[in-house]
C-alpha cells in the first residue's frame, strides 16, 4: 500500500469495512474489530489515523505492529488470517494497514478470561463493532450450511409476516407478544427465518431488528 492509497481511505471516514485507530494504545480492545471485521465482511484497519481523517501516524510503528500481532494471535478464538503491513508516510513516522479477511470458521471471539479462555463475539454493523447476541452468533455459525433449509409456515409464522407487512422490522420481544411465544421459540424461529433467506437481521445496541426480505 503507498502513502496516497492510505489517504484516498482517509478520506472516505469509517464504514462497515474501514476503520481508523489513532495508536495501539490498548491493543486488547482493538482486536475487537479484527474479529468484527472476519465475523462480517472482512476489512481494513488503518493505524495511525485519527477519526477526522487526518493521517499523523505512528512514530513507532514496527514496536506497535509487534504488540498489535501478539495480542491478535493470543485474544482471538478462533485464530483470524489477516495481512499487515507498514506504510511510511515521512521519515520518522508510517501507519499500519492490517487487512482482515472474512472467515468460513465464524462466529470468532475476543478472549476475556485468559484462563476460562471465554469470550465475546463481534460483528461490524455501519462504522461500529457490536457485541453479537446468542442469535446472531448461531447465525454466524450455521450461516455456511443454509442450503436446503426448511421451516413449516404456521400461526406464529403468519402473525410475524403479517406484522412485517404493516412495520419495517420486528425484535424477539415484539414477536413473544404478538404471537403470545415463549423466548426460545420466538428465537429459535427468527434464526430458522433468516438461515431459510425469509428474513435479514441487524444487530443493533439492545436488541436485534430482523426485516422481511425483498424476492430478487
Keep these: 500500500m503507498t502513502l496516497k492509497e492510505v489517504q484516498v481511505l482517509a478520506s472516505q471516514g469509517e464504514h462497515e469495512t474501514l476503520e481508523f485507530k489513532r495508536k ?13 471485521f472476519a465475523n462480517t465482511k472482512g476489512g481494513k484497519l488503518l493505524i495511525g489515523i485519527d477519526d ?17 500481532n501478539k495480542a491478535i494471535k493470543k485474544l482471538c478464538k478462533p485464530s483470524i488470517k489477516y495481512n499487515s503491513e507498514i506504510v511510511p508516510i515521512s521519515a520518522k513516522r508510517a501507519v499500519i494497514s492490517y487487512e482482515i479477511f472474512e472467515s468460513e470458521k465464524k462466529p470468532h471471539y475476543v478472549i476475556e478470561d485468559t484462563i476460562t479462555r471465554k469470550g465475546k463475539a463481534y460483528v461490524r454493523v455501519e462504522d461500529k463493532s457490536l457485541q453479537a447476541s446468542k442469535e446472531v452468533r448461531e447465525i454466524l455459525k450455521r450461516g455456511k450450511r443454509t442450503k436446503g433449509v426448511k421451516f413449516h409456515f404456521g400461526r406464529k409464522e403468519k402473525l410475524l409476516m403479517e406484522h412485517l407487512d404493516k412495520n419495517t422490522s420486528i425484535t424477539i420481544k415484539e414477536f413473544q407478544h404478538i404471537a403470545s411465544l415463549p423466548k426460545y421459540i420466538a428465537s ?21 431488528h430482523y426485516f422481511a426480505k425483498i424476492p430478487d
Excluded at 491493543?27 to 474489530?33: L, S, T, Y
Excluded at 433468516?194 to 436485534?208: F, P, T, Y
Design 188 to 208: 429459535k424461529t427468527l434464526i430458522q427465518l433468516v438461515l431459510a433467506n425469509v428474513l435479514s437481521v441487524k444487530a443493533e445496541e439492545g436488541e436485534d
Design 52 to 68: 477526522n481523517g487526518s493521517v499523523p501516524g505512528l512514530k513507532f510503528a514496527r514496536e506497535d505492529q509487534f504488540s498489535l
Design 24 to 36: 495501539v494504545a490498548h491493543p486488547e480492545k482493538i482486536v475487537r474489530e479484527v474479529v468484527a
